[in-house]
């Protein structure tokens, strides 16, 4: 059914093949037990390639190496594991089949996609971001709250944030932003900087009125959240110290943006189409019309710029 292989710091058993001895060589992840016969599909790794997750065919996912911390294995024990251990999913009703993980290298937080279109996460949770209505850790999953803004709504892509602590934000089929967790910064868009443990909605009251979100990217060790819109610009909102929000802002002024503004068109994106937006330690980068464009950390500048 294949083969995992892994190499590199093995202290944590991150590994998975039964020791705690670190190899430059690759060597196989123990597929005898728990993953015995299974198909693996996709995998994943959190906290510094420390906690490492495979997901099988069946819509089952399995973990190994650190779980001491948050309880990253997901499997009710607080200790770490150098064999794949099963996820402990019998506290989610109905059973789910996973189809999407996320994880993240700066994340101490797992959060997966069912089938049916339902968010489960487990891990670090002291800034609200697991979603369940409560700050505070979990080792085994738990449901993401959708009794509130998120009833009757269909979530149709997902997007993490991993910065100073976390951050998760849904895109729903209408076209509509929801988020939840850390937000110190204005990260959740809402109007506010107060952390919540369950979804609040993305302001579309006042730059987003009248439209709908196409795209909705966050990044790792950012704090900010980029949108494109139905009317092919761009919106972001959260930490705008370095100048990731895109419109000619950045230090202190600019540091809090818990409202969604509009980010600079005016200049070398003026008339492009953007394609793709994606983000990564406080720097936001657009690709339109084929060309690539950046602004903020490492680019020197609060907006947009050819690349």
């Given at each position: 059914?294949?083969?995992?292989?892994?190499?590199?710091?093995?202290?944590?058993?991150?590994?998975?093949?039964?020791?705690?001895?670190?190899?430059?060589?690759?060597?196989?992840?123990?597929?005898?037990?728990?993953?015995?016969?299974?198909?693996?599909?996709?995998?994943?790794?959190?906290?510094?390639?420390?906690?490492?997750?495979?997901?099988?065919?069946?819509?089952?996912?399995?973990?190994?190496?650190?779980?001491?911390?948050?309880?990253?294995?997901?499997?009710?024990?607080?200790?770490?594991s150098?064999?794949?251990?099963?996820?402990?999913?019998?506290?989610?009703?109905?059973?789910?089949?996973?189809?999407?993980?996320?994880?993240?290298?700066?994340?101490?937080?797992?959060?997966?996609?069912?089938?049916?279109?339902?968010?489960?996460?487990?891990?670090?949770?002291?800034?609200?971001?697991?979603?369940?209505?409560?700050?505070?850790?979990?080792?085994?999953?738990?449901?993401?709250?959708?009794?509130?803004?998120?009833?009757?709504?269909?979530?149709?892509?997902?997007?993490?944030?991993?910065g100073?602590?976390?951050?998760?934000?849904?895109?729903?089929?209408d076209?509509?932003?929801f988020?939840?967790?850390?937000?110190?910064?204005?990260?959740?868009?809402?109007?506010?900087?107060?952390?919540?443990?369950?979804?609040?909605a993305?302001?579309?009251?006042?730059?987003?009125?009248?439209?709908?979100?196409?795209?909705?990217?966050?990044?790792?060790?950012?704090?900010?959240?980029?949108?494109?819109?139905?009317?092919?610009?761009?919106?972001?909102?959260?930490?705008?110290?370095?100048?990731?929000?895109?419109?000619?802002?950045?230090?202190?002024?600019?540091?809090?943006?818990?409202?969604?503004?509009?980010?600079?068109?005016?200049?070398?994106?003026?008339?492009?189409?953007?394609?793709?937006?994606?983000i990564?330690?406080?720097?936001?980068?657009?690709?339109?019309?084929?060309?690539?464009?950046?602004?903020?950390?490492?680019?020197?500048?609060?907006?947009?710029?050819?690349?």
């Amino acid at each position: 059914m294949g083969t995992l292989y892994a190499w590199g710091d093995n202290r944590g058993g991150q590994l998975g093949n039964g020791s705690l001895t670190s190899t430059h060589i690759p060597t196989p992840v123990d597929m005898t037990g728990v993953l015995a016969g299974k198909e693996v599909v996709d995998i994943a790794v959190i906290g510094m390639n420390e906690t490492y997750m495979a997901v099988t065919r069946d819509g089952l996912m399995y973990t190994w190496g650190y779980g001491t911390t948050h309880g990253q294995l997901g499997n009710g024990i607080l200790g770490n594991s150098s064999v794949p251990v099963a996820v402990d999913t019998s506290g989610i009703s109905p059973s789910p089949k996973v189809v999407e993980v996320f994880g993240g290298t700066q994340s101490m937080t797992w959060l997966a996609r069912t089938d049916d279109g339902r968010l489960i996460n487990w891990g670090y949770g002291l800034q609200g971001q697991l979603g369940h209505g409560r700050f505070g850790n979990e080792s085994k999953p738990v449901a993401v709250n959708t009794s509130g803004v998120l009833a009757g709504k269909q979530i149709t892509s997902v997007a993490t944030s991993v910065g100073s602590n976390g951050a998760v934000f849904a895109l729903t089929s209408d076209g509509q932003a929801f988020s939840w967790g850390y937000n110190s910064y204005g990260l959740l868009g809402n109007g506010s900087t107060t952390d919540s443990s369950i979804p609040v909605a993305v302001n579309m009251s006042g730059v987003l009125a009248g439209k709908t979100i196409t795209k909705l990217v966050a990044g790792s060790t950012s704090n900010h959240a980029i949108a494109l819109a139905s009317d092919g610009k761009l919106y972001a909102w959260g930490e705008g110290y370095y100048g990731q929000m895109g419109n000619g802002t950045s230090g202190n002024p600019g540091i809090r943006n818990p409202l969604p503004a509009a980010v600079d068109m005016t200049g070398v994106l003026a008339g492009k189409t953007i394609e793709d937006v994606q983000i990564a330690w406080n720097t936001t980068l657009v690709i339109a019309d084929g060309q690539a464009y950046s602004w903020g950390t490492y680019t020197g500048t609060p907006g947009p710029r050819v690349t």
